[in-house]
Nanobody, 120 residues
Framework: QVQLVESGGGLVQAGGSLRLSCAAS????????MAWYRQAPGKQRELVAG???????NYADSVKGRFTISRDNAKNTVYLQMNSLKPEDTAVYYC??????????????WGQGTQVTVSS
């Protein structure tokens, strides 16, 4: 089992910055990749950014150049630095950890979510 606790959300004006943190505990050695997702009201949950255990990253087109995902293995923490925030970035942001068993067989763990609100 893996437990994830997010922090760092809040209210910010457009153009501002926030940094989200996700602290992992439990069977962290089993985690193969971590990611941030978000879900806005009335919309499906979408991938924002991901990072593998090897440090490879990927981003949604909508956040490329503005958001940066990183990890501190010593602290078992993943971060999402969000710059140049836009009102459309408003959503609940969820931390995700994925444990692979086979290429297409995995278990997802989720944090409780943290609200990010960007005012215009």
């Amino acid at each position: 089992q893996v437990q994830l606790v997010e922090s760092g959300g809040g209210l910010v004006q457009a153009g501002g910055s926030l940094r989200l943190s996700c602290a992992a505990s439990g069977s962290i050695d089993s985690i193969n990749a971590m990611a941030w997702y978000r879900q806005a009201p009335g919309k499906q949950r979408e991938l924002v950014a991901g990072i593998t255990s090897g440090g490879n990253t990927n981003y949604a087109d909508s956040v490329k150049g503005r958001f940066t995902i990183s990890r501190d293995n010593a602290k078992n923490t993943v971060y999402l630095q969000m710059n140049s925030l836009k009102p459309e970035d408003t959503a609940v942001y969820y931390c995700n950890a994925r444990q692979y068993y086979l290429r297409d067989v995995f278990t997802d763990y989720w944090g409780q979510g943290t609200q990010v609100t960007v005012s215009s």
